[in-house]
Structure formats: structure tokens, C-alpha cells
């Protein structure tokens, strides 16, 4: 199962890198991905990274989130710098079809953790 870790409280400006155990779903042609949803909104997404390591970003998070994985592709990063109050949301990482990538549309995303809570106080 896919599941979060590493949420939590920091201010504005700070860094957090939650993660997300993804063995099960790295397979060829996967596509694996950050999505957030603040309280009210919808679900968008964040970052993807495929089977050969090419990543996607949102303009919202472009130059300060950053999208990875270990080398056993075990593991699915994602570093948070200079983050934003409006950055606050709960963060999902997912799988789905590797043509999914960088398309930001969570429903073609099967497989979803249960998510990481990350609040940013001004």
C-alpha cells in the first residue's frame, strides 16, 4: 500500500520532505505523483516522475518543490522549500498510467496513500 509520512508544522519560509513507500506500484510504465487538497478546495496536483526519472511540476510549487526517488525506487520523495502558507493542504502521493504524467488529472491515479497533513503558519 502506498502510504505517507514526514507531513507537519513549520512556518512560513521553512522546509519539510514528507515520503511514501511505493515498491508495490513502481513498475515499468507507472507514473508516480504528489497531489494536495486544502480544506474546501480540490484535489491538484504538485509533481510527477516516471519510469525513467523525467519530472513535472506545477507552476505553483515550480523552483521550490522537488519530486524523487531512492535508487531501489522504493521510496518517493518530495522536497518542500520556501513554503507558503498557501502551500498548507493535505499531500497524497499516488500511481497511475506513466502517459498521466505532468497532466495534473488525479482520476486516471488508481492507487492513493492516505495522505500527510502539512501546515505553514505566517
Request: proline share 5%; charged share 15%.
Amino acid at each position: 500500500h502506498l502510504r505517507e509520512s514526514g507531513g507537519g508544522s513549520v512556518q512560513s519560509g521553512g522546509s519539510l520532505r514528507p515520503f511514501c513507500s511505493t515498491s508495490e506500484y513502481a513498475r515499468d510504465s507507472y507514473c508516480l505523483g504528489w497531489f494536495r487538497q486544502a480544506q474546501g478546495g480540490q484535489r491538484e496536483g504538485v509533481a510527477t516522475i516516471d519510469h525513467n526519472g523525467v519530472t513535472s511540476y506545477t507552476d505553483a510549487v515550480k523552483g521550490r518543490f522537488a519530486i524523487s526517488q531512492d535508487n531501489a525506487k522504493t521510496t518517493l520523495y518530495l522536497q518542500m522549500d520556501s513554503l507558503d502558507p498557501d502551500d498548507t493542504a493535505m499531500y497524497y502521493c499516488a500511481s497511475g498510467p506513466g502517459s498521466y504524467c505532468g497532466r495534473w488529472d488525479p482520476l486516471p491515479f488508481a492507487w492513493w496513500g492516505p495522505g500527510a497533513q502539512v501546515t505553514v503558519s505566517s
